[in-house]
């Protein structure tokens, strides 16, 4: 990993921000990829990589992965992290969920990522080869994708497209030397949940078997490092969750 070209989607905040900062610290010159352009810059300077302030479901993202390719150098690693969240009912008190709200989820999280997939393995394909490797990309599911819970249909179904991708993906980008893995997280203590309520984030953790507590962002960004890094690794998805399986609601 010492100083190979690494891009992370997300990578201006949460998950997406621990990871930039550990493959950085492991040597990694690192690319923040995010629609935020000041939370990508902040990190990026951070780091001492380089900001790029882009929506991952832009199908022109490739002239700008180029862009940071000709600053950086070839790039050998892609971290989807890029996603929202959105819970809704499918019948709901109001009627049905809006198609708009579904469609939403499903474009961010699953297309962006297929979208960011495609872009950097065009890209890949063209490194010189490494005993036989050109690269490594590694997805963000969620154990949702197994365990939705009431409300979470579309994300739900926007992580199990992700999961369902990596070995088909893998299979076919194995004849140019990249590998395609999946880490699918359970709760973990990003920003967000930080702004929760001490006791609900108590409670949440009282759910995971062990260790009973919210994971650390930084046990994430170890397991792509892992995934980035372990040549025999490929087509796998990796449930990081403390054994959690999530309830009804």
């Known amino acids: 990993m010492r100083d190979s070209h690494m891009a992370v989607t ?15 610290a492991q040597g990694a010159r690192v690319t923040v990829i995010d629609r935020n352009a000041e939370a990508a ?3 990026a300077e951070a780091v001492g990589g380089l900001a790029l302030a882009l929506d991952v479901t832009d199908a022109g993202a490739g002239e700008a992965l180029d862009r940071a390719i000709a600053a950086q150098g070839a790039l050998w690693g892609l971290v989807n992290c890029a996603g929202i969240g959105g819970a809704a009912r499918i019948l709901g008190r109001e009627g049905p969920m809006e198609m708009e709200a579904f469609d939403r989820v499903i474009r961010v999280n699953l297309l962006g990522t297929f979208n960011m997939l495609r872009l950097a393995a065009a890209r890949m394909q063209g490194n010189d080869a490494i005993e036989g490797e050109r690269g490594s990309i590694v997805n963000t599911a969620s154990v949702a994708a197994f365990d939705g819970q009431l409300g979470q ?4 179904a926007s992580k199990g497209g992700i999961v369902s991708l990596a070995l088909p993906a893998a299979r ?8 395609v893995n999946t880490v699918a997280p359970g709760l973990f203590l990003t920003p967000l949940l930080a702004e929760l309520p001490a006791e609900v984030q108590q409670g949440l953790a009282a759910a995971i078997p062990f260790p009973p507590r ?3 962002p930084g046990e994430f960004a170890e397991a792509v490092a892992f995934c980035l890094t372990n040549r025999y690794l490929n087509a796998e998805v990796i449930r990081l969750d403390g054994g959690l399986r999530l309830p009804l609601r």
Do not use: K, P
């Open 172 to 179: 076919e980008l194995a004849r140019f030397g990249i590998r």
């Open 214 to 216: 919210l994971g650390d």
């Open 153 to 156: 249909a579309a994300y739900a």
């Open 41 to 43: 810059v902040q990190v």
């Open 10 to 24: 997300g990578g201006g905040s949460g998950l997406g921000a621990a990871v930039a900062r550990h493959l950085a």
